[in-house]
C-alpha cells in the first residue's frame, strides 16, 4: 500500500474512533450528540473527551400505579445519523437517500437537504427501535456506505396513550424529565452516569496492556406512585365525556384524593395529550389554528404557547374561584370559633346588603327563615355573608390560614401555583361576605380537596402526596412518602357537622343527582362566577364543581371535578358537575366491590318541588301530576300566589302540595300530630291523611333489623298548629325489636 494511502486510512480511521468515542459507542450521552462538535471552540473539549472519559449512560427508572401497573419505562433505541463529508461520492449518497428514506419513512428531500451539509453529524431519524435499527445495519453493510451510523439512545414508553399526561410528564430528546412527575423526580430517575477511564478503544473491544478502569452506570430507581390506574381510567372517561357534552372551553379537572393519608388516588386534566408524542398540539382547534400562521417566529410562539397550556396541569397550576364549595370551610371555621351554633337561625330575603352594595341569593324568592344547617343544604348565600361577617375578619383570615390556603400544599409535583387572596387594605367588610360564599378570590384545586378532606376526616389537614415509593431496580424500597399531617384544624365535633349537612346536600338538595341508594355520600356544590373575565360588566363564564366524599359516617375518598368554562347546559354545579362525580363514584364504588347498604329511607324517590306561582290552577295541577306530586287547593281563584312547600324543595313522591289562590280567605290550620314512639310508616300514613308532608333525617344508629324505624324526635313538636302541605321532619332509628308498630 502507498505510504500517503496508508496515512489517510489511519486519518479516516482516528476520525471515525472519535466519531464513535463522541458519538457514544460505548454509552455516551446523546446530549453530546447535539453539540456542534465540528465547531472550532468544542475541539479542545472533545479531544479530552476523547483521551479521558468515556461515559456510560444509566438507564432511567420506571414509573408503576400503586398495584404496580407500569406506566413508564426506557429501553434501548438508536438515532440514524450521516456524516456528509465522509460519503464516498454522490452516487453513494443517491442510494442512502433511496434506501434511508424507504426503510425510515423520511422524505427523500429532508434526507437529501441533511446529506447535501458541509458537515460529520446530521440526525436523520431518532428513536429507532431494535427490528428496524437491525434493517438499517443491513442496508449499511449490503451496500458499504460506512458515513451512516446507529447512535444508541434511549426512548420513554408511556404504556397507555392519553393516559395521566398531566401528571407523569414526559422526557425531551435528551431523556431529561421536563414536565409533571418525570421533572420533580428527574434526581431519583435519572440514575449515575457510569465512565471509562483510560486508554479507552474507541470501538469498544479491549486493548491489550492498556490501563482503563471501568465504574459502572447506576441504573435510576423507579416511583411507585399513590395513583390507582383503574380510578384513574374511571376519572379520564367521565370528565371526557362531560368536556364533550357540554362544550367545556377551558378544560375539566378531577381529582380522587384518600382523606386520611393524603394519597392521591386520580389526578386528571381533559383535554389533555399523549406523553409519547408530547411536542405535537393535539387540541383540534388549536392546531387549525396553527396552520393559518404562515410567519414562522409567530407560528414558533403560538405553537409553544399552545403546547405549554396542554401540558400545565390545572389541578395544581390554575387557581380558580371555588363558589359555594368553600361555605364549607366557612362553616367549619364559624362553628369551630363558636360565632354560630348548629341551630343558628338567619333569614334570607333572597339578598343582603353589605355596606353600600347587595349580594344575592342565587335564589331569587330568597330561603326565608332558615336555620344553620339548611343554610348549608341550600347553599343560601346571604345566610354564609352573615356567618362570615360574624366571623370577622381576622378569624377568617385564622381559618383560611389553617386549612392551609395561605401556603403550598406542598404536593410533590412541579409548579404548584399559590392561592390569589385579597390584600389586607382591600379586604372590606364587602370583600369578606362575597369571600364567606367562595368569591373574589382564587384557590388551586388541590388547595381545596386537601382543606375539605380537612373537614370530614375529623380535622386534620394532611398533606397529600403522589408518589407512595421509590424503589431500586431489585425493588427494594430506598424511601416511602409517610402520611404528614400539618396540625388539627378544627375538632371532630364541628367535622361531624358538617359532614352530616354535606350528606343531606346529596340527599334532598343540589347533589341529588349524585344520590344512590345505599350508599352514602356527601358532598357540596360550586357554581362561581369568573369575575375576572366579564363582558362589559356581565359575568359570562363559570366554573361548574362538586366536591363529595364517602361514606359520610367514616369518609374515606373525597372527589373534585371542576368544568371551567362549559358551553352547553343549564349552568349550575348541581345539574352539570354533580352527574359526573356521581357517576364516577358508581364506577369507583363497583370497582372496589362495595356493597350497598339499603336502609328503609332509600326505598322513596325524591323530587325537586317546581314553582307554581303564577300559573293558572289547571296548569299547576298538570306539572304536580306529572312530578308524581299530589295537590290540595286553598281559596277559589284562578290564580296559584303562592304553594307550600316552596319551591327548590325537595320531598318524598306522592307529598302533597297546598296551592294557594287567595291569602284573604282564612286559611284552615293542622294541628300536628304526635309521631315520637311510632314506626316510621305509620307516621308518614299518619301524616298523609292530615294533608301534611315529611321529610326524613337521616339515622345515626342502626340495629339489627333495618325494615324497622322509629320515630325518635319531630319538627315541628306535637300539637303545633301549621298550615297544610307544611313539612314534618322525622328523625328515627331502627329497632331490633320487630313488635314495633
Ligand atoms: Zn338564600
Same mark, same amino acid.
Given at each position: 500500500m502507498h505510504k500517503n494511502n496508508i496515512y489517510k486510512a489511519k486519518k479516516r480511521l482516528n476520525f471515525i474512533m472519535a466519531l464513535i468515542l463522541i458519538l457514544g459507542f460505548g454509552g455516551i450521552t446523546v446530549r453530546l450528540a447535539y453539540i456542534p462538535i465540528f465547531k472550532p471552540e468544542y475541539k479542545t473539549m472533545v479531544k479530552k473527551q476523547y483521551m479521558k472519559v468515556t461515559r456510560i449512560k444509566p438507564q432511567r427508572g420506571m414509573i408503576y400505579d400503586r398495584n404496580m401497573n407500569v406506566l413508564a419505562k426506557s429501553a434501548s433505541v438508536w438515532n440514524v445519523v450521516v456524516s456528509p463529508k465522509t460519503f464516498k461520492d454522490e452516487k453513494q449518497k443517491e442510494v442512502a437517500v433511496e434506501g434511508l428514506s424507504s426503510l425510515l419513512d423520511v422524505e427523500k428531500k429532508k434526507i437529501a437537504t441533511s446529506l447535501k451539509k458541509s458537515s460529520y453529524y446530521e440526525v436523520i431519524k431518532r428513536s429507532v427501535e431494535k427490528p428496524l435499527a437491525d434493517k438499517v445495519r443491513e442496508f449499511k453493510r449490503e451496500n458499504g456506505i460506512w458515513s451512516i451510523y446507529l447512535v444508541p439512545s434511549e426512548k420513554r414508553y408511556y404504556l397507555r396513550k392519553d393516559f395521566l399526561a398531566n401528571v407523569l410528564g414526559f422526557v425531551g430528546n435528551d431523556g431529561e424529565g421536563l414536565e409533571g412527575l418525570e421533572r420533580y423526580y428527574?434526581?431519583?430517575?435519572?440514575?449515575?452516569?457510569?465512565?471509562?477511564?483510560?486508554?479507552?478503544?474507541?470501538?469498544?473491544?479491549?486493548?491489550?496492556?492498556?490501563?482503563?478502569?471501568?465504574?459502572?452506570?447506576?441504573?435510576?430507581?423507579?416511583?411507585?406512585?399513590?395513583?390507582?390506574?383503574?380510578?384513574?381510567?374511571?376519572?379520564?372517561?367521565?370528565?371526557?365525556?362531560?368536556?364533550?357534552?357540554?362544550?367545556?372551553?377551558?378544560?375539566?379537572? @378531577? #381529582?380522587?384524593?384518600?382523606?386520611h393519608n393524603g394519597e392521591i388516588l386520580a389526578m386528571a386534566t381533559k383535554p389533555d395529550y399523549d406523553p409519547n408524542e408530547p411536542f405535537k398540539v393535539f387540541d383540534e382547534t388549536k392546531k387549525a389554528e396553527l396552520e393559518k400562521i404562515t410567519d414562522q417566529t409567530e407560528h414558533a410562539q403560538t405553537e409553544l404557547k399552545f403546547l405549554q397550556e396542554q401540558w400545565r396541569n390545572k389541578a395544581v397550576s390554575d387557581p380558580y374561584e371555588p363558589g359555594s364549595v368553600f361555605k364549607i370551610i366557612t362553616a367549619a371555621g364559624a362553628l369551630a370559633e363558636g360565632v354560630i351554633k348548629e341551630d343558628s337561625d338567619f333569614y334570607c330575603p333572597g339578598y343582603i346588603t353589605v355596606g353600600d352594595r347587595s349580594i344575592n341569593c342565587w335564589r331569587p324568592e330568597g330561603h326565608g327563615h332558615i336555620n344553620f344547617e339548611d343554610a348549608l343544604i341550600h347553599s343560601c348565600n346571604p345566610a354564609f355573608a352573615t356567618i362570615g361577617l360574624k366571623l370577622g375578619q381576622e378569624n377568617?383570615?385564622?381559618?383560611?390560614?389553617?386549612?392551609?390556603?395561605?401556603?403550598?400544599?406542598?404536593?410533590?409535583?412541579? @409548579?404548584?401555583?399559590?392561592? #390569589?387572596?385579597?390584600?389586607?387594605?382591600?379586604?372590606?367588610?364587602?370583600?369578606?361576605?362575597?369571600?364567606?360564599?367562595?368569591?373574589?378570590?382564587?384557590?388551586?384545586?388541590?388547595?381545596?380537596?386537601?382543606?375539605?378532606?380537612?373537614?370530614?376526616? @375529623?380535622? =386534620?389537614?394532611?398533606?397529600?402526596? #403522589?408518589?407512595?415509593q421509590i424503589i431500586d431496580e431489585d425493588h427494594n424500597v430506598i424511601s416511602s412518602n409517610e402520611t404528614v399531617v400539618k396540625r388539627q384544624v378544627i375538632s371532630k365535633k364541628v367535622a361531624q357537622i358538617i359532614a352530616?349537612?354535606?350528606?343531606?346536600?346529596?340527599?334532598?338538595?343540589?347533589?341529588?343527582?349524585?344520590?344512590? =341508594?345505599?350508599?352514602?355520600?356527601?358532598?357540596?356544590?360550586?357554581?362561581?362566577?369568573?369575575?375576572?373575565?366579564?363582558?362589559? @360588566?356581565?359575568?359570562?363564564?363559570?366554573?361548574?364543581?362538586?366536591?363529595?366524599?364517602?361514606?359520610?359516617?367514616?369518609?374515606?375518598?373525597?372527589v373534585l371535578v371542576l368544568l371551567d368554562t362549559p358551553r352547553i347546559g343549564q349552568l349550575w354545579g348541581s345539574v352539570i358537575a354533580v352527574p359526573v362525580v356521581g357517576r364516577i363514584l358508581d364506577d369507583i364504588y363497583q370497582y372496589v366491590n362495595i356493597e350497598p347498604t339499603y336502609v328503609t329511607s332509600d326505598s322513596v324517590k325524591s323530587v325537586c318541588l317546581?314553582?307554581?306561582?303564577?300559573?293558572?290552577?289547571?296548569?299547576?295541577?298538570?306539572?304536580?301530576?306529572?312530578?308524581?306530586?299530589?295537590?290540595?287547593?286553598?281559596?277559589?281563584?284562578?290564580?296559584?300566589?303562592?304553594?307550600?312547600?316552596?319551591?327548590?324543595?325537595?320531598?318524598?313522591?306522592?307529598?302533597?302540595?297546598?296551592?294557594?289562590t287567595d291569602f284573604d280567605e282564612d286559611v284552615s290550620s293542622v294541628e300536628v300530630p304526635d309521631l315520637v314512639g311510632k314506626s316510621l310508616e305509620s307516621a308518614k300514613n299518619k301524616l298523609n291523611e292530615m294533608g301534611l308532608n315529611y321529610m326524613q333525617q337521616d339515622s345515626k344508629s342502626e340495629g339489627s333489623n333495618k325494615e324497622h324505624a322509629i320515630i325518635t324526635k319531630q319538627t315541628p313538636e306535637a300539637d303545633t298548629k301549621v298550615k297544610p302541605g307544611s313539612i314534618i321532619k322525622l328523625e328515627f332509628v331502627y329497632s331490633s325489636d320487630t313488635r314495633i308498630n
Open positions: 428527574e434526581q431519583d430517575l435519572k440514575g449515575f452516569d457510569g465512565k471509562v477511564i483510560g486508554d479507552t478503544n474507541a470501538w469498544g473491544t479491549d486493548m491489550p496492556n492498556s490501563t482503563q478502569k471501568v465504574y459502572d452506570a447506576k441504573n435510576g430507581n423507579s416511583l411507585v406512585l399513590t395513583i390507582d390506574a383503574s380510578i384513574q381510567e374511571i376519572v379520564e372517561k367521565h370528565l371526557k365525556d362531560a368536556v364533550k357534552e357540554h362544550s367545556v372551553e377551558n378544560r375539566a379537572v @378531577g #381529582i380522587v384524593m384518600d382523606v377568617f383570615i385564622k381559618y383560611f390560614k389553617a386549612f392551609g390556603f395561605k401556603e403550598l400544599t406542598g404536593i410533590d409535583l412541579p @409548579g404548584e401555583a399559590p392561592c #390569589i387572596f385579597h390584600s389586607p387594605e382591600n379586604f372590606s367588610d364587602h370583600t369578606l361576605a362575597v369571600s364567606s360564599m367562595g368569591q373574589t378570590f382564587k384557590t388551586t384545586p388541590i388547595q381545596l380537596i386537601t382543606a375539605v378532606s380537612a373537614v370530614v376526616n @375529623g380535622g =386534620k389537614l394532611v398533606k397529600p402526596h #403522589i408518589v407512595k352530616d349537612g354535606c350528606e343531606k346536600v346529596v340527599s334532598e338538595a343540589g347533589g341529588r343527582q349524585a344520590y344512590r =341508594k345505599g350508599q352514602k355520600r356527601g358532598g357540596k356544590t360550586g357554581t362561581a362566577e369568573q369575575l375576572d373575565k366579564q363582558v362589559h @360588566g356581565e359575568v359570562v363564564n363559570y366554573t361548574l364543581s362538586f366536591l363529595a366524599f364517602a361514606p359520610t359516617d367514616n369518609p374515606q375518598i373525597a317546581p314553582n307554581l306561582e303564577g300559573k293558572t290552577v289547571d296548569e299547576a295541577k298538570e306539572i304536580l301530576r306529572e312530578s308524581n306530586l299530589r295537590y290540595n287547593i286553598s281559596g277559589e281563584k284562578e290564580t296559584v300566589l303562592g304553594q307550600l312547600p316552596a319551591a327548590g324543595f325537595y320531598v318524598p313522591e306522592k307529598s302533597i302540595v297546598t296551592l294557594y
